[in-house]
């Protein structure tokens, strides 16, 4: 079953709620999209990411058998191919 959730419509207490269980899920595969998981380096870039795109960064971090919040020149290929900023 899959379930979509407008974040645009939630209360703050919601949404911090959601992005204090999501903080758990880092480098796990139950990781939403919400919480922030990677290396300084990339700040700008991953700041900058939808939701979806996070999660899909995260996903093939986790694929390659990298760690999440660590930095490397996988790690960069990988931010690279999949952060694309938000429309």
Known sequence: MTYSINLETVTENTF???LALDKTFVG????????SFW???????????SVANCKRVHHMLLLHDL?????????LAIIEKYAKPRN
């Open 16 to 18: 911090s709620g959601l």
């Open 28 to 35: 796990t595969r139950d990781y939403m999209g919400l919480a």
């Open 39 to 49: 290396a300084s380096a990339y700040k700008f870039t991953m700041r900058e990411c």
């Open 67 to 75: 760690v999440v919040y660590e930095e490397s020149d996988a790690h």
